[in-house]
Nanobody, 126 residues
Framework: QVQLVESGGGLVQAGGSLRLSCAASGRSLSNYAIAWFRQSPGKEREFVAAISRGGGATYYADPVKGRSTISRDNAKSTVYLQMNSLKPEDTAVYYC???????????????????WGQGTQVTVSS
């Protein structure tokens, strides 16, 4: 199994940027598809973005498309989520998730991922 630890969250004003990191340990990240999900108070956890194990395929949820970039550095066993033009509605706990996957495959559903981090809080003030 791979263990995941998120970091990079914090308090930022609307219009600002944050880069979240998901660091993996235990096993090489190079065989895992990785996704970011988020959960706001009173709402269900929702998909944000995903990247295939080699980084060649990415997918974004409509609310963050054009404002966010998911990337990975397998040598560092780390996946990143760069978020720009942040809005108050982006406020949530952000989780990264991992799943062994074939090349160029990403999953959008939570059920597609077996390993999860503990989350990092992102708060965007208006």
């Amino acid at each position: 199994q791979v263990q995941l630890v998120e970091s990079g969250g914090g308090l930022v004003q609307a219009g600002g940027s944050l880069r979240l990191s998901c660091a993996a340990s235990g096993r090489s990240l190079s065989n895992y598809a990785i996704a970011w999900f988020r959960q706001s108070p009173g709402k269900e956890r929702e998909f944000v973005a995903a990247i295939s194990r080699g980084g060649g395929a990415t997918y974004y949820a409509d609310p963050v498309k054009g404002r966010s970039t998911i990337s990975r550095d397998n040598a560092k066993s780390t996946v990143y989520l760069q978020m720009n033009s942040l809005k108050p509605e982006d406020t949530a706990v952000y989780y990264c998730a991992a799943q062994l996957a074939p090349a160029a495959v990403v999953y959008q559903r939570q059920a597609g991922y077996s390993q999860w981090g503990q989350g990092t809080q992102v708060t965007v003030s208006s």
